[in-house]
């Protein structure tokens, strides 16, 4: 946890300028004659399939003024999911067992959009959810998951058996990333969000080698996906759809 603190620091940097543009309450620079819808509700297309995690995500965006907004998202554990087999011994019981029993995300992050776009765009559709963006992005979530783990014992007289067992494991996580994305609104009313995100993450997951982390999947986390275990490079890619209002 020590190695993550200079990461915080970092991060608190890249949000120097919401604090300060807040501090100042600048207002929209816009025409009086128009009028901004500057609330944003989204969910994560992946809520509506079957993921491999089944996760379901709605994200709230605010519009605090003209080209920059916050963003607040969570993601809870979804009631479908991928199920493990336990096997226990020829002509024994198979245990089916969800692989996620519960889990839950949040993440809190602020948008700064590109310059406005083309005029004709704005003639057409003034919103100021429309644009490229980059978003400084802080995510914590924790979860339940069910593994397999394998006991050996020995028998008499020179024989030994191995035991396949269920085990319950209490994953937590944090990352802070960066997100680079698009965002675009058709007739003022509905959203289509896109971004691919990059950055640090770091897990409590020990006593599993790099291999079985990869192997079985444990990188896999709600929001994030780590290239191994503790402190590691993470990624994330997100697609919603929503509305304004």
């Not at 996580?173 to 007739?187: D, P, T």
């Amino acid at each position: 946890m020590k190695t993550f603190f200079p990461i915080v620091i970092l991060f608190i940097f890249l949000l120097s300028p919401v604090i300060s543009s807040g501090q100042a309450q600048e207002e929209f620079s816009i025409p009086d004659k128009v009028k901004y819808k500057r609330h944003g509700l989204k969910i994560s297309l992946g809520s509506l399939i079957n993921t491999e995690e089944n996760y379901i995500g709605l994200s709230f965006e605010y519009a605090k003024k003209n080209r920059q907004s916050y963003q607040f998202s969570a993601g809870i554990k979804g009631f479908n999911g991928r199920e493990i087999n336990l096997y226990r011994g020829p002509g024994l019981e198979i245990l089916n067992a969800p692989r996620i029993t519960s889990g839950m995300y949040l993440k809190a992050s602020t948008r700064f959009y590109s310059s406005s776009m083309k005029p004709r765009h704005f003639k057409m559709n003034p919103s100021i959810f429309r644009g490229f963006y980059m978003e400084p992005e802080i995510i914590i979530g924790f979860y339940k998951r069910n593994y397999i783990t394998y006991n050996t014992s020995s028998g008499f007289p020179f024989s030994s058996f191995v035991t396949p067992e269920l085990t319950n494991k209490n994953i937590n996580y944090q990352a802070l990333m960066i997100n680079f994305g698009r965002q675009g609104v058709l007739e003022d009313v509905l959203l289509l969000d896109f971004h691919l995100g990059f950055g640090l993450a770091l897990d409590n997951i020990h006593g599993i080698s790099d291999d079985e982390y990869n192997r079985n999947n444990f990188n896999q986390h709600g929001a994030i996906l780590k290239t191994k275990k503790g402190l590691s490079i993470a990624t994330n890619l997100s697609i919603k759809i929503g509305g304004i209002f």
